[in-house]
Each structure stands twice: as C-alpha cells, then as structure tokens.
C-alpha cells in the first residue's frame, strides 16, 4: 500500500486537535544541532503567527518531532505540516531531509490533553536523553510549565 492509498482517507477539520509525529528520513538525527533543532521551533512558531495552528505542547528530539496541534485553518493537516517542513529548512538554511509525510492521531473529546502532553514531553527521558525534562531544552507544553519547572 502506497502512502497516498494510506492517506486517501484522511480528514482535517478546523479547531480539531491532533498529535503529529513528523520523521526526518532514515532518522537522520539532524535536531542534535542546537541550530536546526530551534530554527524547527522557530517554524512552529510561525505556523501560530500565521494563524494556521494553535500548537500546546511539543518536543523536538534527535531524529524526529512530536506536536498537539489543533487546526485554525482551512487548509487542512497536510498543508501545515508541509507548512512546517518548508519553514523550519528555511530557518535552518539548510534542506532538512524530511520523511515524505506524517503520523497523526486525532484527539477524542474523551482523551485527556494533560496525558498527552506528558507524554510527548517526557520523551528525552524515556529515550534516555536526560534524566529530567528540566535538563532538555527543546519542549514547551501550555499544560504543564509549573510542573517540570
């Protein structure tokens, strides 16, 4: 199965959340650049600036990033996930080699935003990265900063 057979099916709405999970290719670990890994977070940024997401928690490890997004846009998932991909390559003046497309879950009114975030923050440490989230600098969650502060 192709992975456009694979996305034929997919649907984005606008104030719908998602956690997105996006690959660089062959997981080349191209975030262990402090540079890349913030020109990457300043493109997240822009996608708010934009007005395309509302991004509330996120982790940018070594060879791929984490995101709870939710959608303010039209344009639907795959255009700001692209979105991402061409501006954080631009604010690294680089071309990161980037997966061809994504992972993304859509969030149940039922699922509880707080684990998801955890979880996505907490990734360095199960990865064995660090010890403590405190001690890794490339993650911001709207849910839980006086927690791991």
Request: proline share 3%; aromatic share 10%.
């Amino acid at each position: 199965m192709s992975y456009k057979d694979a996305t034929v099916h997919r649907y984005s709405a606008v104030g719908q959340e998602y956690l997105v999970t996006l690959c660089t290719q062959s997981r080349t670990p191209k975030f262990e650049n402090f540079s890349v890994a913030r020109a990457t977070i300043g493109a997240m940024r822009h996608l708010e600036v934009q007005k395309l997401a509302t991004i509330t928690a996120w982790v940018v490890m070594p060879d791929h990033l984490h995101l709870l997004l939710s959608l303010t846009c039209e344009k639907g998932l795959g255009h700001v996930v692209a979105r991402l991909k061409i501006h954080s390559s631009r604010n690294a003046g680089m071309q990161i080699p980037w997966q061809k497309g994504f992972h993304e879950r859509t969030l149940r009114s039922s699922d509880d935003r707080r684990d998801i975030a955890r979880y996505i923050i907490l990734n360095p440490v199960r990865a064995g990265l660090v010890r403590s989230i405190r001690y890794y600098p490339h993650w911001d969650s709207v849910y839980l900063d006086s927690e791991y502060q």
